[in-house]
């Protein structure tokens, strides 16, 4: 412990020297060697097994590294820590051959008994760090404990997954941040503090963390994929849009995501910015706790639907970036189902169902909780969340707001089942709607904390999905979703409320940075020119 709180009083004092050349004045002796990424809010945790949001994971993805990773320019999968892998002729056994050479940022080598470390602590109740920190998040939310039997050693480099079943999207899932190889001492020497003072292979090392303000990353000069070009990436938590793109319309920052659509003509207008657009993998969603009256009633979740103006919102608070949701899956994801009818927006219909549902109307208002940290699926959350109040309140459904929530506060809460109705969303980890409709809306993931955080729990809904995983035949996944999609409309536990562009903002001197729709793992070969250094 002694040892640990030492290093972390470095880390802080060399962090604070940094500061004062990236953000708080001072001379800057190579302008060109740091990179500083202006965004809404803090991570939560560095420990990626521990956490499920996206602030946490973007920075994680430059400290670790996965077995399998995504190409650059694709959403086909490559190798990472694993040269490579070869499965059973009945894919329960997977074998993976492991990088030689590789070392982690306090030097120890990359063996495979770093693989079984940080598998085992995520599925194995025994193992000495299982129960330190908190629990592994997205373990739970995949179902990980009913696919993977057991992860072991096979010699120094290589590395055996047993499965208990087949898993279609199995490799997709093991390039994802939770499931990244951390160095087992620096996690037994952390214990329950691992997540912040995270060491992993990755391009980047931790140098410091001001919590609430900024972390601060520095080169991995011995990274096996090739020495980064930039010396130091600081990612600065600036809540207020506004003040965003004050700074990086000054130059105080390089980049920018989550920009508000009104400001993207002012962005593409001016010479010094530039905008990178596409379409994105995403869906924005009110869920409502079907756990707790009135919400429980299908009717009342009907009246909800019918009383919220979608394209309404999506016209006058996304200025042309986002289409109206209709289903918990984008439609840029194979198996989407376009047939399906949405609800349409109608307060009549609305005030009718609650009539029919609730004669002596509600006992008391609603709680809407609206999260404060601007994401891709809503750029503006409380905007969305006070004309969605509106609109209930229109119909007569009393709605009182809870919108001051700090992003990690705000994940407990909804995640926990606080709310009536929650505001979340939902970036694709992988390219497969098991991804959506599994993690965000099975029965195994309705309990606390739960990714499914309208806890809804369908026996139709949770038969198909564990079907679709099993299944190998494309044509038959397409046909299992689909008729998943119609369930969950059927039944309304969500709002779906918007798909959006994933929009970045960034000063003009930014070079090879290209974003991808799944990952930030490639962000470490982005470096910035002489033109117009800021």
Avoid at 519 to 531: C, D
Wanted: proline share 8%; glycine share 6%.
């Amino acid at each position: 412990m002694k040892n640990f709180m030492r290093r972390g009083a470095l880390l802080i004092l060399a962090g604070a020297a940094l500061a004062a050349l990236i953000g708080c004045g001072g001379d800057k002796p190579d302008p060109l060697a740091t990179f500083i990424i202006g965004r809404g809010a803090d991570s939560g945790s560095l420990d990626a097994a521990q956490v499920n949001d996206g602030e946490s994971f973007k920075v994680a993805e430059l400290i670790f590294d996965t077995l399998i990773q995504y190409a650059r320019d694709s959403m086909e999968i490559e190798p990472g820590l694993a040269r490579s892998w070869t499965p059973s002729d009945d894919n329960l056994t997977w074998t993976f051959e492991l990088r030689r050479g590789v070392h982690f940022h306090n030097g120890d080598l990359f063996t495979a008994d770093a693989v079984v470390q940080s598998f085992q602590r995520q599925y194995d109740p025994a193992h000495p760090l299982h129960k330190q920190g908190g629990p592994y998040l997205y373990w739970i939310d995949l179902g990980m404990d009913n696919i993977i039997e057991s992860v072991e050693a096979d010699g120094d480099y290589r590395v055996v997954f047993t499965l208990k079943k087949p898993y279609t999207p199995f490799l997709y899932a093991l390039a994802l941040p939770p499931f990244a190889i951390a160095s087992p001492r620096a996690m037994q020497e952390s214990g329950a503090n691992f997540g912040m003072n995270p060491v992993g292979t990755g391009p980047f090392k931790l140098l410091s963390w001001s919590a609430g303000d900024r972390i601060v990353l520095e080169r991995n000069d011995e990274y096996w994929g090739g020495r980064p070009p930039l010396k130091n990436v600081v990612f600065r938590s600036i809540p207020e849009s506004v003040t965003r793109l004050l700074e990086l319309e000054r130059g105080a920052i390089h980049l920018l995501e989550f920009i508000e659509p009104q400001s993207v003509p002012k962005v593409r207008e001016n010479p010094e910015l530039r905008i990178f657009e596409e379409e994105g993998m995403n869906v924005g969603y009110i869920a409502m706790n079907t756990q707790k009256p009135p919400m429980d009633d299908p009717r009342v979740r009907h009246a909800v639907n019918h009383a919220i103006d979608k394209q309404k919102i999506v016209d006058k608070l996304y200025g042309g970036l986002a289409s109206a949701a209709k289903n918990p899956i984008p439609p840029t994801l194979w198996s989407y189902n376009d047939d399906i009818e949405p609800f349409e927006y109608d307060p009549e219909k609305a005030r009718a169902l609650i009539q029919e549902a609730l004669p002596n109307g509600f006992e008391q208002p609603l709680e809407l909780y609206i999260m404060s940290n601007p994401r891709p699926y809503f750029l503006d959350p409380k905007s969305v969340g006070l004309a969605i109040q509106s609109d209930l309140e229109k119909v007569g459904i009393p709605v009182n707001t809870k919108d001051n929530l700090e992003w990690q506060t705000y994940l407990d809460a909804v995640q926990s089942g606080e709310h009536d109705l929650g505001m979340l969303g939902w970036i694709a980890d992988y390219p497969d709607p098991d991804n959506f409709l599994y993690v965000l809306l099975s029965k195994d993931n309705a309990k606390k904390p739960a990714g499914n955080i309208a806890f809804y729990k369908s026996d139709a809904l949770q038969e198909l999905l564990l079907e679709a995983q099993r299944e190998s035949s494309q044509e038959k996944r397409v046909e299992l979703y689909r008729r998943a999609q119609e369930i969950v409309r059927e039944d309304a536990p969500w709002v779906p409320v918007a798909h959006v562009k994933d929009v970045v903002a960034a000063r003009a001197n930014v070079a090879n940075y290209k974003p991808h729709p799944l990952t930030w793992k490639h962000f470490w070969r982005t470096s910035l020119t002489a033109e117009t250094a800021p």
